[in-house]
């Protein structure tokens, strides 16, 4: 792969990275409203577009250690589950965001592929 395709690679790794940054802490801010407020619709609505994105975006990069999380976030949300659930299911997907950002997302193979060819 020459230097341009490697380069452009790699900002899309970070660019994924970035978004889940700020997905963790958008999810981190709506977790803690719900629980304020008990029941919000739009905060609900808003965790699981969160988790919607999230999961989508693992898929892409080959995260499955997110993509679980976000889709059972996304059940929990679906079917009205308990708050305290779907709290505790929104604190564990956090919690592996911030372990695979401190590894980093490792390039998917997909990316490579594309971009050699």
Same mark, same amino acid.
């Given at each position: 792969?020459?230097?341009?395709l @490697? *380069?452009?690679?790699?900002?899309m790794? *970070?660019? $994924?990275?970035? +978004?889940?940054?700020?997905? @963790?802490?958008? /999810?981190?801010? *709506?977790?803690s409203s719900?629980h304020d407020?008990?029941?919000?619709p739009?905060? $609900?609505d808003?965790v699981?577009?969160?988790?919607? +994105?999230i999961? #989508? #975006?693992? #898929?892409? $990069?080959?995260?499955?250690?997110?993509?679980e999380p976000?889709?059972e976030?996304?059940? /929990?949300v679906?079917?009205?589950?308990?708050?305290?659930?779907?709290?505790?299911?929104?604190?564990?997907?956090?919690?592996?965001?911030? +372990? /695979?950002?401190?590894? #980093?997302?490792?390039?998917?193979?997909?990316i490579?592929?594309? /971009?050699? @060819?």
């Amino acid at each position: 792969m020459n230097h341009a395709l @490697k *380069s452009r690679a790699m900002q899309m790794v *970070s660019a $994924f990275e970035q +978004r889940l940054d700020t997905d @963790k802490g958008e /999810l981190a801010s *709506s977790i803690s409203s719900i629980h304020d407020t008990r029941c919000d619709p739009a905060g $609900f609505d808003n965790v699981r577009y969160i988790a919607h +994105r999230i999961n #989508g #975006g693992a #898929g892409l $990069f080959g995260c499955e250690d997110l993509a679980e999380p976000a889709k059972e976030v996304e059940k /929990l949300v679906d079917v009205g589950a308990d708050t305290d659930q779907v709290v505790n299911a929104v604190q564990e997907l956090i919690d592996r965001i911030e +372990r /695979l950002l401190a590894e #980093g997302v490792r390039q998917p193979d997909w990316i490579t592929s594309r /971009l050699g @060819k």
